[in-house]
Structure formats: C-alpha cells, structure tokens
C-alpha cells in the first residue's frame, strides 16, 4: 500500500483483546511495507558497518605503501557511500510509508466504528478519549510500526558484524561479540520504570486536558457564577502535576541514554587496549586494529535504535490498549439487519413502555426523570440502550446503564442523524479493564417498531434514515449555516422552510453581522457554536432535523434553551411544517404539549396517562406535579378548589393558573 493508494478499500477486522495483539495484527497487515523498510535498512547499515573496513584497508594500504591497493580501497569506500546514500533514502520513504499507512488504517478502523456506534460511543468512552486515540494516539501507534522495520534492520545488522568481526579477526571479535549483547540488553532493567513514568505523565495530561477542555466549554456559566478562578486554579494545579511527572519520565529516559553511551565508550575503551597489546605482540596488524576500533565506533549508530523500539513501544502500548478498547465495542444486533433496506412507515410503537405514535401525528411525550426520558428516545432511535434489561418500571433503568451525552451521531457528524441509541457490549469499558475482559451479558428488550417493522431488524443505514433523534444538547460542527443544513434529506422541506419554522430569524441576523458576506447560509458558525447562545444553537439543530424530514422524527427538550414566546412561534412552526409526518417530543413545556395532537405521560418506566394537556393537567396529579412543578402542599391545598368546579374547568380558557399563564402567553406570542 502507497499513500496515494490512500483510503484502504477494506481495513480489516482488527484484533481488540489487547493492546500488544493489536499492535501484532497490525504489523501482520503491513507486511509488505515492513520487508521493504528491512530491505533497504540492512542496505543501509551494513554499508555505515562496512565503512571501517574500507578504512582499515586504506590505512594498511598506505603502511605499506601499496598504491594501486589504496585506490581500490577508495573505490570501496566511495560505493559504500554511494550504498549508503541509497539505503538511508529509501529507508527513511518506506518507513515514513509505514507510519502514515498504518495510522491511516487506524484512523479509518476508529471512524467505521464511530459510525456503527455512534452516540452510544460516547456513553461508553469519553468523548475527549475518542479525540486523543484519534490524533495523538493513532501517531503514536504510527511511530511504534514505523521504527520496527528499523530495529529489526539495526539488529540483524548488529548480528551481522559481529559474527564478521569473529572471522575477520577472532581475538578481537570475541571480545565485541560477547559485549554488544551486554549493551543491548542493559537497559532492559530500567524499561518498566520508565513506561510506569511515562504512563504517569500521559494519564496526567488527559486530565489536564479533559480539565481545559471543560472549562472552555462551560466558560459563559463560569463567568456568570464567578468561577473562573476557581477552576484556573485547578487548571494551574493539574498543569503541575503533568510538569512534575514529565521531569520524572524524561529522568529515566536521560538515565536510559547515558547507560547507551556509556557502556559502549567502556567496550571501546577495552577493545582499544586490548588491540594495542595484541599489535605490539604483531598478532595484529595496525588496519585490522583500526576496522576493529571503527566498526565498535559505528556500531553506536544501530544500538541506538535499541533505545528507539524501546521508546517508542512503551509509548504506543497504552496508545494500542485505548484505541483497542475503543474499537472492541460492539453493537448487540448485526448493523446489515435482517430485512430488506426498505424504509417502514406507519405507528412508531415501544412494546417496553407501551408507547404508541401514530403515523402522521404530533405525540408529546411527559416523563418525570429527565435521564429516563433520554434513554426513551434513544430507544425510539432503533435500539436498546445498555441498561435496557429488566421488566416493568425497570425498563432503560436497569444497573449499569449511563447518563446520555448528550451528544448525537448525527449532531457530530452532521449527516442527518442526530442521535443514535445502538446498543453494544463493552468488552474492555470501564477503568482498569482492558480490551477482551470479560462483562455480564447484556440482554436487549424488545425493538421499537415501526409500521410493525422491528428497526433492530433494519440495517443501519436504513433504521437512521426512518427515525432520527434529536437529542437535548445536540452538537454543531463549524462551517458554513449551508453546509450546516446540507444533509441528507427527502428534500420536501428546503433549508429557508425549517429556519422559519424553528425561529431563526434572529440567529440569522446575528450570523450575517458577524460575516462578510450578506448571505447568511455562507456565514461561519464556529466551533460547536460557541459564538451563539444556547437557543440559537438549539434552533439551528432543530432546523437542520426538519430539513432531514424523516418518517419519524424525536426531539428530546427541542426548546428547553428557549423563552416562552419563541417557544410558542416554534410549537406552531413546528407543528405545521410536519403536518402528515409522525413527529415525537420528549418535553415538559406546557407551550408544546398544548399544540400536541396526543400527549403521554410515562411513569417509572411505562405508560400511565394519555389524552390531551388541558384534559390531563385537571384529572392526572403526577402529570400536573410535572408540568406545572406543583408541591404536594400545593396540590393538597388546590385539592377542594378543584373538587367544587370540576364543570368550570372544563370549559376552555377557565381552570389552573398555569393554564391561565400558557394562554396569556399564546396571546403575546
């Protein structure tokens, strides 16, 4: 594989049980790469290890005043260099090939994976792990199997001299064949101390960095509560812990080369006296005295890359054992499905919690635990999560299971898809597992149907397309608002549509007074949104998920950023342009569950009420504690006001202050 030959068709199907298997199966796949690094290596270092004796035939030459053996000494040495110049490089190309193919076959194993998992990834591993595998690690990984070629190459090289010297002249050979193994291996002993400091200071920066990483993210609320001190403060403390363990490391490190440049100089040292006694006895002669001292010399050059495999495998090693970790998770169903890619369409039915969307409607969907109601959308997305197991209330609350996110496979990714609730054994998750340790199986609830089609059964590509999830806190990826909306989609609803519907008049206005450019579908939104305000980015992602118009659609809190007036504009924004469509909100705001042509309210786990808001908010206590936040005090003190009207109520605009509230609301808005 060249790297114009870049991507690979197929990366393969990786071995993710550890860390050093993964690094094996990784060199097994470069195969052809590595034999070509080790050709021109050896190439390379036996012409520097040739060099000495061409030197001693020079100078044994010029001892004895033999002319023509002088040229023909130089002549040796000018094609050693020429053999040199060659090898050193075509080494440093193919080994350099080495590194960016086996990293580009990383990088494309972690973004297959990434997208079979999608949001369920960073429920299992952090988000900001996925990034460092991703970059620094996969160079990482990269380095260790580029420098493999080049120890081995340095190696036999080494082996190769050695046993030259022997024949050439065994007093002296003896004398390096016994110590060049002694140099080689003395640094074995401090190898594990200095991989323990190195992982020390890398463990350390990731929480710096996941530390920074926070605090950017949550800057404007630090400002707001006056906490940026505080937590530059902890910034300030980490940033001198990773110092402190970087000292530590690079110690060990600086011991580990010393002891390579030493331990040599003492075999020269001992090579040369011993020489200088055999020569004065005249069982040397003087040139073969200078190939011995030379080639000891030279062969410096090769042990060093002794110190190199050694660095670079303890580096790579965690690097291997995080991308391994990353890449052992699994999906529970098989992502081609067992039907047909034919898109489903009808009821959007839950058999676990009992509920039912009907095609073509408006359902809102109450639940009293904010976490139970994102792992009910992610549910709805076409799979499981995790903690899906048990029965009755039980259900997405099981052991084991993890918060949402927060972030969405299409949020991330831009493609449409803004959650994804895959479900998936995590062989390796947690800390202080690796990679193929074993974990309790995970037995996967009933799929969501759709049209009566399990989505389990769908392959994936299919499953995403028919039911997309909009989760609370989706991402957006900087570009251009065009490029933003540029995802695929029935192309029933053009961009200005949803934007009109989701409110962004003013994210609009914002945008084209920030760009050049008057257009404001080509103004650049930064990183994640960052430069917009909560609402704003919740409204564009809200527009780029009606762009997509999928058979189903699922929003989780899709206004929870936003005032009550604008919040109305989109509840009949919303509920217009996906007339026809099946359209499911996970919400509490009494502005979108009034525009609802059904509401739902679940309850520990399953279905306990369903009719209409008004209707729900006068006969339904636990619907009413959590839409209107009322107290138990509140609620027993409205209880005899209630009893004595229950006909008042039920006419419209007369009943409970916060149906009061929502309609003076409606009236401004």
């Known amino acids: 594989m060249q790297i114009h030959d870049l991507p690979y068709p197929d990366p393969g199907l990786p071995d993710a049980r550890s860390g050093p298997r993964f690094l094996l199966w990784l060199g097994r796949n470069q195969l052809g790469g590595q034999f070509k690094s080790l050709c021109w290596g050896l190439l390379h270092f036996l012409s520097v290890a040739s060099l000495p004796y061409g030197v001693g035939f020079a100078v044994q030459a010029v001892v004895e005043g033999s002319g023509s053996r002088l040229a023909l000494a130089g002549g040796l040495i000018l094609l050693l260099g020429a053999a040199l110049a060659l090898g050193d490089t075509m080494l440093h190309r193919t080994a350099v090939t080495n590194w960016i193919t086996a990293a580009a076959r990383v990088q494309q194993l972690l973004a297959r994976r990434t997208a079979t998992l999608g949001a369920a990834l960073t429920r299992r591993v952090a988000a900001g792990e996925v990034v460092a595998v991703s970059t620094g690690d996969v160079e990482k990984i990269g380095w260790f199997v580029e420098a493999l070629s080049r120890f081995a190459a340095a190696a036999l090289t080494v082996v190769v001299v050695c046993v030259g010297l022997v024949i050439y002249q065994p007093a002296l050979g003896i004398v390096v064949a016994v110590g060049m193994p002694v140099l080689a291996l003395a640094v074995l002993p401090l190898l594990p101390r200095a991989t323990r400091r190195a ?18 993210a949550g800057l404007r609320v630090l400002r707001g509560i006056g906490g940026e001190e505080l937590f530059l403060d902890r910034y300030r403390r980490a940033s001198q812990e ?30 040369v006296w011993y020489g200088i006694e055999l020569a004065r006895q005249g ?9 011995v001292y030379s080639a000891v ?12 495999i050694a660095m670079a495998y303890s580096f790579s090693r965690p690097s291997a054992q995080r991308a391994a970790r990353v890449l052992s998770l699994e999906r529970v169903t098989e992502p081609g499905g067992l039907r047909a890619a034919e898109a489903p369409a009808g009821d959007l039915y839950d058999p676990v919690t009992g509920l039912l969307a009907p095609a073509g409607r408006l359902t809102a969907v109450v639940c009293g635990d904010p976490d139970l109601a994102g792992r009910l959308a992610d549910r709805l997305g076409g799979h499981p999560t995790e903690g899906d197991t048990g029965t009755g209330s039980g259900a997405g609350t099981g052991s084991g299971s993890d918060s949402r996110s927060g972030t969405g496979a299409g949020s991330a990714s831009g493609t449409g898809s803004d959650s994804e609730s895959d479900s998936e054994s995590d062989s390796g998750s947690g800390s202080g597992s690796g990679p193929g340790k074993p974990t309790t199986p995970v ?35 900087s570009g251009t608002l065009a490029e933003l909306l540029d995802v695929p989609s029935s192309g029933s609803v053009r961009p200005e549509e949803a934007l009109a519907a989701a409110q962004c008049a003013d994210v609009l206005d914002a945008l084209s007074q920030a760009s050049l450019d008057d257009d404001p579908m080509n103004a650049r939104i930064t990183e994640r949104g960052r430069s917009l305000s909560g609402g704003q980015r919740q409204r564009l992602a809200l527009a780029r998920s009606l762009v997509t118009d999928p058979e189903a659609l699922v929003l989780d809190e899709p206004t929870s950023a936003v005032d009550s007036h604008t919040e109305a504009r989109i509840a009949e924004g919303l509920r217009a342009l996906r007339s026809g469509r099946t359209t499911v909100v996970l919400t509490s705001s009494p502005l979108l569950l009034d525009r609802a042509d059904r509401v739902v309210l679940v309850h520990e786990g399953t279905v306990a009420a369903v009719g209409e808001h008004r209707e729900l908010v006068l006969t339904e206590p636990r619907y009413r504690a959590v839409v209107t936040r009322e107290t138990d005090e509140e609620a027993a003190s409205a209880a005899p006001s209630r009893d004595a009207g229950t006909s008042l109520r039920a006419e419209p605009g007369i009943g409970d202050a916060g149906i009061e509230e929502l309609t003076e609301i409606e009236e401004t808005a």
């Open 283 to 291: 069982r040397i002669t003087v040139g073969e005295l200078v190939t």
């Open 199 to 216: 992982d020390q200071q890398r463990e350390k920066a990731g929480r710096a960095t996941e530390l920074a990483s926070d605090t950017v």
């Open 242 to 271: 990773v110092r402190s363990a970087a000292v530590r490391s690079a110690r060990m490190w600086s011991l580990i080369s010393a002891v390579q440049v030493l331990l040599p100089g003492l075999l020269l040292i001992a090579v």
């Open 443 to 477: 037995t996967a609830l009933p799929s969501v149907l759709l049209g009566g089609v399990p989505l389990d059964e769908l392959p994936l590509d299919a499953a995403r397309a028919a039911v997309l999830v909009q989760d609370k806190d989706p991402v957006l990826l």
């Open 297 to 308: 010399m030279i062969l410096n050059y090769p042990l060093r890359h002794f110190e190199e």
